[in-house]
């Protein structure tokens, strides 16, 4: 039978990975696995785990990206920490909604200090079946510049080292480091590279207990979504994501209009928006855990709790010497599922390098992450305030959720792609109707 192939525009046969972690993991993978040969390059060893105590990342991961990951060879299972059904969300309005759909929450790093159990981060899973290709292999160093104006070779300089490393491509997956891109990454005159628009969030692991995972969680995370309301001035929170793991450990992700410190975190956990939201029971173990202590992150202000919320619209530089820039580093889903997003992007990345045919992941790229898809996220978070506000929306929301088949065609799905990011916020809508609600909700 006749099968069409791309043709090979470049022959890209040896690359650089700057970065370890998911995304620069998955890429040595799959480049591994063409027998490419690859120098995946950290500044911190994820073999090692060096990260102390720090998850950085609620490790909540949907099903489909752990059936990916299981696909290139990686052993989810042992970095799993909890198989979830679901997400059970409290709306603004104090109704709760479940919404069920297969996810997982992992591992990452270290695993909560009072943890002692600890087990091998997904990172370290990913990176180690990197490894067991003979072409892969990895260098502890921090890359300080990046030349890839040459149309030759792509040159790397690391910390400390005089002689820069060559390939013929440099694949950026150093996560939030907006500084590299923007000052220290080299480009041929006219090409351009741009880093995404982020803000900070917080984590934190509580020790919450099995008892009360079991009570108030059973096989579900749970979300509150606060109202979008600009002059609300007690509260800068917008979502929050609280995560069951095992060894009763909870982690809770907080994100915000703008972004979201330590202090704020700690005002949301005593201000009426976590006690009208969740279970009496559940709001005291929360404000009675100590959360600097007991908490797996020691709410620093390192990159790890970065998010995007805008992608960048500059992410390659197409052809011999060139670079791509994958995971939080370039296109992302916006304020959830990066691991997935990770994920997407770097098998891609890695395929279209394989082929030398970087049309089709533009193409690709542009339906999954579409550069103007900040507008439509904030839209959303809008729109969520428009229904508080609107009796007669509420109502037909709240209705709906009661009657099966309504909730079942009417609400869940959109519901489910708002929160696993299985499809852009653009297209969770059919076009049509997100530009009449935005319309009429003035948008
Ligand atoms: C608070 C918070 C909670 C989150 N929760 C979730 C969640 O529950 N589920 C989910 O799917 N996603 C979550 N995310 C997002 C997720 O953590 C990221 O999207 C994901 O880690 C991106 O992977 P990456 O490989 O692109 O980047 P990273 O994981 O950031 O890895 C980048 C790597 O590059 C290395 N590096 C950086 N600079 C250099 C340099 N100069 N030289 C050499 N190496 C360098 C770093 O050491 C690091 O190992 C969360 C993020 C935050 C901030």
Redesign the pocket.
């Known amino acids: 039978m006749w099968r069409f192939r791309p043709e090979r525009k470049f022959h890209l046969n040896n690359v650089i990975v700057?970065?370890?972690?998911?995304?620069?993991g998955v890429a040595s993978i799959v480049l591994g696995k063409a027998a490419l040969s690859v120098l995946c390059?950290?500044?911190?060893d994820?073999l090692e785990e060096q990260i102390p105590s720090c998850n950085?990342?609620?490790?909540?991961?949907q099903e489909r990206t752990a059936q990916t990951l299981e696909k290139l060879g990686v052993p989810v299972e042992k970095a799993t920490r909890r198989k979830l059904d679901g997400f059970i969300v409290t709306l603004p309005t104090g109704e709760e909604m479940v919404v069920k759909t297969p996810m997982r929450s992992v591992y990452r790093g270290h695993g909560p200090l009072h943890d002692k159990n600890k087990k091998p981060g997904l990172?370290a899973l990913i990176l180690q079946t990197a490894l067991k290709y003979p072409t892969v292999s990895y260098h502890k160093?921090?890359?300080?510049d990046v030349d890839l104006s040459s149309g030759k070779e792509a040159l790397v300089y690391l910390d400390k080292m005089h002689e820069p490393l060559k390939s013929d491509f440099f694949v950026g997956?150093?996560?939030?480091?907006s500084e590299?891109v923007e000052k220290h990454i080299k480009v041929p005159d006219g090409q351009k590279l741009d880093a995404p628009k982020t803000q900070k969030?917080?984590?934190m692991e509580i020790a919450v207990g099995d008892d009360i995972l079991k009570k108030h969680f059973g096989s579900y995370a749970r979300v509150l979504v606060l109202p979008y309301d600009k002059t609300k001035k007690d509260s800068n929170v917008l979502f929050v994501?609280l995560?069951p793991k095992d060894n009763g450990s909870l982690t809770m992700?907080v994100m915000g209009d703008g972004d979201v410190t330590p202090e704020d975190t700690h005002k949301f956990i005593s201000s009426p928006y976590l006690a009208d939201a969740l279970p009496n029971e559940l709001v005291n173990k929360i404000r009675n855990t100590s959360l600097v202590k007991d908490g797996g992150c020691k709410l620093c202000s390192c990159s790890?709790?970065?998010?995007t919320v805008a992608s960048p619209e500059h992410y390659l530089i197409s052809g011999m010497g060139g670079g791509i820039m994958?995971?939080?580093?370039g296109l992302?889903r916006l304020y959830?599922?990066?691991?997935?997003?990770?994920v997407t992007t770097a098998e891609a990345a890695a395929k279209a390098i394989i082929t030398g045919d970087f049309t089709h992941y533009q193409r690709l790229m542009e339906k999954e992450f579409p550069p103007d898809d900040h507008i439509y996220a904030d839209g959303f978070l809008r729109l969520n305030d428009a229904i508080i506000a609107n009796s007669y929306l509420r109502n037909l929301l709240l209705a709906g959720k009661g009657i099966p088949g309504v909730s079942h065609l009417l609400i869940d799905p959109f519901m489910r792609h708002f929160l696993t990011g299985d499809v852009a916020y653009k297209n969770i809508f059919p076009h049509k109707l997100s530009e009449m609600l935005f319309q009429i909700f003035g948008i």
């Open positions: 700057g970065g370890g972690n998911v995304a620069g390059v950290d500044k911190i994820p950085g990342c609620g490790g909540l991961i990172d160093g921090k890359i300080v997956a150093f996560g939030h480091n590299l969030s917080t984590v994501a995560i992700i790890r709790n970065t998010i994958i995971g939080d580093t992302t959830k599922d990066g691991i997935g997003a990770a």
